[in-house]
Protein backbone atom coordinates (compact mmCIF):
# COMPACT_ATOMS: atom_id res chain seq x y z
CA UNK A 1 0.00 0.00 0.00
CA UNK A 2 2.95 2.50 0.80
CA UNK A 3 4.80 1.84 -2.44
CA UNK A 4 1.71 2.09 -3.92
CA UNK A 5 1.02 5.60 -2.44
CA UNK A 6 4.63 6.31 -3.26
CA UNK A 7 4.53 5.77 -6.66
CA UNK A 8 1.95 7.66 -7.57
CA UNK A 9 3.15 10.74 -5.69
CA UNK A 10 6.61 10.06 -7.94
CA UNK A 11 3.92 9.67 -11.02
CA UNK A 12 2.00 13.12 -10.07
CA UNK A 13 5.54 15.01 -9.78
CA UNK A 14 6.78 13.55 -12.67
CA UNK A 15 4.10 14.38 -15.34
CA UNK A 16 3.78 17.91 -13.26
CA UNK A 17 7.67 18.70 -14.36
CA UNK A 18 7.37 17.14 -18.11
CA UNK A 19 4.68 19.65 -18.53
CA UNK A 20 6.14 22.84 -17.06
CA UNK A 21 8.99 22.07 -19.31
CA UNK A 22 6.64 21.96 -22.30
CA UNK A 23 5.21 25.35 -21.33
CA UNK A 24 8.90 26.85 -20.78
CA UNK A 25 9.83 25.44 -24.17
CA UNK A 26 6.51 27.10 -25.47
CA UNK A 27 6.52 30.36 -24.20
CA UNK A 28 10.65 30.49 -24.94
CA UNK A 29 9.91 29.52 -28.78
CA UNK A 30 6.94 32.15 -28.88
CA UNK A 31 8.55 35.28 -27.04
CA UNK A 32 12.22 35.20 -27.42
CA UNK A 33 12.06 34.46 -31.41
CA UNK A 34 10.55 37.90 -32.41
CA UNK A 35 12.60 39.81 -34.55
CA UNK A 36 12.82 42.93 -32.92
CA UNK A 37 15.42 45.58 -32.75
CA UNK A 38 15.46 45.53 -28.68
CA UNK A 39 13.98 48.04 -26.52
CA UNK A 40 15.40 52.02 -26.69
CA UNK A 41 15.39 53.61 -23.45
CA UNK A 42 15.22 56.94 -22.74
CA UNK A 43 15.98 58.91 -19.86
CA UNK A 44 15.40 62.85 -19.54
CA UNK A 45 17.21 63.98 -16.64
CA UNK A 46 17.30 67.96 -15.98
CA UNK A 47 19.36 68.90 -12.73
CA UNK A 48 20.04 65.24 -11.46
CA UNK A 49 23.83 65.25 -11.24
CA UNK A 50 23.45 63.16 -8.07
CA UNK A 51 21.57 60.79 -8.93
CA UNK A 52 21.82 60.11 -12.81
CA UNK A 53 24.74 57.93 -12.16
CA UNK A 54 23.32 55.87 -9.88
CA UNK A 55 20.35 55.29 -11.60
CA UNK A 56 22.16 54.65 -14.95
CA UNK A 57 24.44 52.25 -13.38
CA UNK A 58 21.47 50.48 -11.63
CA UNK A 59 20.01 49.92 -15.14
CA UNK A 60 23.47 48.95 -16.22
CA UNK A 61 24.04 46.40 -14.19
CA UNK A 62 20.46 44.50 -14.79
CA UNK A 63 21.41 44.72 -18.57
CA UNK A 64 25.05 43.46 -18.53
CA UNK A 65 24.42 40.65 -15.94
CA UNK A 66 20.65 39.02 -17.91
CA UNK A 67 18.11 40.53 -16.30
CA UNK A 68 16.99 42.85 -19.29
CA UNK A 69 17.94 41.52 -22.45
CA UNK A 70 15.78 43.45 -24.52
CA UNK A 71 17.10 46.47 -24.30
CA UNK A 72 19.63 47.62 -26.79
CA UNK A 73 19.97 51.01 -26.66
CA UNK A 74 19.61 53.69 -23.29
CA UNK A 75 19.57 57.31 -24.90
CA UNK A 76 20.38 59.70 -22.28
CA UNK A 77 18.75 63.10 -22.82
CA UNK A 78 19.65 66.44 -21.17
CA UNK A 79 17.30 68.95 -20.60
CA UNK A 80 19.90 71.43 -19.12
CA UNK A 81 23.21 71.75 -20.89
CA UNK A 82 24.43 73.96 -18.38
CA UNK A 83 24.43 71.63 -15.09
CA UNK A 84 26.84 68.61 -14.08
CA UNK A 85 24.43 66.13 -15.25
CA UNK A 86 26.20 66.23 -18.75
CA UNK A 87 29.51 65.71 -17.83
CA UNK A 88 28.45 62.79 -16.35
CA UNK A 89 26.35 61.41 -18.88
CA UNK A 90 29.11 62.18 -21.05
CA UNK A 91 31.45 59.64 -18.77
CA UNK A 92 29.05 57.15 -18.88
CA UNK A 93 28.63 57.14 -22.35
CA UNK A 94 32.56 56.69 -22.79
CA UNK A 95 32.32 54.00 -20.32
CA UNK A 96 29.46 51.83 -21.73
CA UNK A 97 28.43 51.26 -25.51
CA UNK A 98 24.38 50.60 -24.48
CA UNK A 99 24.85 54.67 -23.17
CA UNK A 100 23.77 57.34 -26.57
CA UNK A 101 23.47 61.09 -25.74
CA UNK A 102 21.11 63.15 -27.12
CA UNK A 103 19.91 66.73 -26.92
CA UNK A 104 16.21 66.92 -26.69
CA UNK A 105 15.67 67.96 -30.38
CA UNK A 106 17.65 64.67 -31.36
CA UNK A 107 14.96 63.12 -28.80
CA UNK A 108 12.02 64.34 -30.37
CA UNK A 109 13.02 63.80 -33.99
CA UNK A 110 13.49 60.01 -33.04
CA UNK A 111 10.05 59.87 -31.26
CA UNK A 112 8.23 61.12 -34.07
CA UNK A 113 9.86 59.22 -36.41
CA UNK A 114 8.66 55.75 -34.72
CA UNK A 115 5.03 56.49 -36.04
CA UNK A 116 6.50 56.05 -39.99
CA UNK A 117 8.33 52.88 -38.83
CA UNK A 118 5.84 49.64 -39.10
Keep these: MFNYILNGILWVLALYGLFEIIKTIIYTYTYTNLKSDGIYVIIAAKNQERKIEGFLRSLL ?11 KDIIAVDLNSTDETE ?3 EKLSKDYDEIKIANWRECKELIDSIDNIK
Design 61 to 71: FRIIYGKEENI
Design 87 to 89: KIL
